[in-house]
C-alpha cells in the first residue's frame, strides 16, 4: 500500500520538485536538431549535483527487473517509437522528431520524478496531436486523483479520454508512488475500471504518467533496456509527481 507521508516529508518533496522542474525547463530549452542525447544527460546530471542533490535513475534497477543492468545515465531520452528508458549516446536529434524527456532526483532522502515530450522543430500534425492529447491527459488524472476516488477512477479517466481521441493507452508500463523510494506502491495503471483500486487519501505522493501511442498499445523491450511501441508506432510522455493535500491533488513538479 502507497505509504501517507508528513507534512514535513511532503515539504522536502515539494521543495525538492520545485528544484527537479526548473531543471526540466533548461534541458526544454536545449533541444532542438543536431544536439546529441548525451548533451542532455550532461547537463542533467550537472544541474541535479549543483543542488546537491543526487540523479535518482543514474545506477537504479527496476524493482521488476533485478536481472537488468543498471541504468548508467541520470536522464532518460526516449525518441520517436521509445516509449521510455531511452539511453543517451551520440544520437543526434532531427528535425521533424519528438523525444521525451524523464527525470528524478533524491536530495534529503526523498524522490520525485518527471517528464515531458517535446517536438524537435516541426513536426507533423499528428505528432502534434499526440503530445497534445497525452498532456492533457495529465491533466485529467490530476482532476481525478481526489479524496474519495480510487486510482482505477483515475486510469479509466485516462484510458476513456484516450481512445476517443482515437490513440493507443500503453498498459504495461504505469505511474507509482514515490518518496524515500523512487518507486513505491500501487501501480498506477494508465487504465482501469471506475472504484477499483486502492481509495486516495490525504497524505499520498505518487507519480501518474500517462503514455499514449499513434498505433497500438502493445509494446516490446529493445536490447539496451528501453520500451519501444510494437508497431514502432510514435509514443509520447508525460509525468508529474503529485501530493494529496486537503483532499485533492497538488503537483509537485512544476515551478
Avoid at 112 to 121: E, K, P, R
Amino acid at each position: 500500500m502507497i505509504k501517507i507521508k508528513s507534512e514535513k516529508e511532503i515539504k522536502v518533496m515539494a521543495a525538492n520538485g520545485r528544484i527537479l522542474a526548473r531543471i526540466m525547463e533548461e534541458l526544454k530549452k536545449m533541444v532542438r536538431p543536431g544536439l546529441k542525447t548525451k548533451e542532455l544527460d550532461e547537463v542533467a546530471e550537472k544541474l541535479i549535483l549543483k543542488e546537491g542533490a543526487k540523479p535518482s535513475f543514474k545506477n537504479y534497477r527496476g524493482v521488476d527487473d533485478l536481472h537488468a543492468k543498471p541504468f548508467p545515465n541520470s536522464l532518460c531520452v526516449s525518441l520517436n517509437e521509445e516509449i521510455v528508458h531511452g539511453l543517451p549516446s551520440e544520437r543526434v536529434l532531427k528535425e521533424g522528431e519528438i523525444v521525451s524527456l524523464d527525470l528524478g532526483l533524491v536530495r534529503y532522502g526523498f524522490h520525485v520524478d518527471m517528464a515531458i515530450t517535446l517536438a524537435i522543430g516541426t513536426i507533423s500534425p499528428e505528432a502534434a496531436r499526440l503530445i497534445r492529447i497525452t498532456k492533457k491527459c495529465l491533466k485529467l488524472a490530476i482532476k481525478k486523483a481526489k479524496v474519495g476516488n480510487t486510482f482505477g477512477d483515475v486510469g479509466n479517466a485516462v484510458e476513456r479520454y484516450a481512445e476517443s481521441q482515437g490513440f493507443g493507452v500503453i498498459r504495461e508500463l504505469c505511474g507509482h508512488g514515490i518518496g524515500r523510494e523512487l518507486h513505491e506502491e500501487p501501480q498506477i495503471l494508465n487504465c482501469g475500471k471506475r472504484k477499483t483500486g486502492p481509495k486516495i487519501k490525504n497524505g499520498m505522493v505518487f507519480c501518474l504518467e500517462p503514455m499514449l501511442s499513434l498505433g497500438d498499445w502493445q509494446i516490446k523491450r529493445s536490447a539496451n533496456g528501453s520500451y519501444l511501441t510494437r508497431d514502432h508506432s510514435l509514443s509520447a510522455h508525460f509525468e508529474h509527481t503529485i501530493a494529496i493535500i486537503n483532499d485533492r491533488a497538488i503537483v509537485l513538479t512544476e515551478i
